[in-house]
Each structure stands twice: as C-alpha cells, then as structure tokens.
C-alpha cells in the first residue's frame, strides 16, 4: 500500500491550496484518513481527519479555515485550506488506517510529504 500526495506550494497569506492524497495498492477498506504536519523545529501534529462516515475532526488553529473531506471510491483524502497563514507553513503528511483483508484490522499507512510555504 502506498499514500501519494500533492498540492502543496507557496501561496500568499490570505491564500488558498488544496492537497490531495491517494492510497494504492491491496485495499480492502480504509477507515481513518487525515493529515499531520510539522513545522521546522516542531513534533508533527494532527491538522484534521475524518473517519469512513465523515465525522470530522479539527486542531483549533484551522477550525474555520480547512475542511477535509473524502473520496470513498478513489481512495483519496482531500485538504482545503483557506485564509492561509504563516504559521501554516510546514510539510503535511497524509496518513490512512487501511485493511489489506477482511479481517477487520487496520494498519497506518503514511504519505511522505507535501511542503507548505506561507509567506507573508
């Protein structure tokens, strides 16, 4: 199984991106998908996830300004980040709990990374 992503850039604050990201391979069913980032100097953190019924969940800093959302069928999860900030800038990793079988256990699987340049 492997996690691709893209999208990432240098944006102006104020601006927008939206990054993608598509896991491959022997998939049974994929149940969390989300995204992590970490800034330089910083511990990776979770930025926002959604399980396979769409519940969201966000870190306060972006409420409002990112949505994750999904795409069942293509197995790909999507970020939309709006009103960008500086402080935004990192490398984002997309990750995915997936069954390769059907016997209900899951594995995480990690992307390896978008950069994410805010300039201000």
């Known amino acids: 199984v492997q996690l691709q992503a893209s999208g990432g850039g240098l944006v102006q604050a104020g601006g927008s991106l939206r990054l993608s990201c598509t896991a491959s391979g022997s998939i049974h069913s994929t149940d969390v998908m989300g995204w992590h980032r970490q800034a330089p100097g910083k511990q990776r953190s979770l930025v926002a996830s959604i399980t396979s019924v769409d519940s969201t969940n966000y870190v306060a800093s972006v409420k409002g300004r990112f949505t994750v959302s999904r795409d069942n069928a293509k197995n790909t999860v999507y970020l939309q980040m709006n009103s960008l900030k500086p402080e935004d800038t990192a490398v984002y990793f997309c990750?995915?709990?997936?069954?390769?079988?059907?016997?209900?256990?899951?594995?995480?699987?990690w992307g390896r990374g978008t950069q994410v340049t805010v300039s201000s």
């Open positions: 990750y995915a709990y997936i069954q390769t079988s059907g016997t209900g256990y899951s594995t995480a699987y």
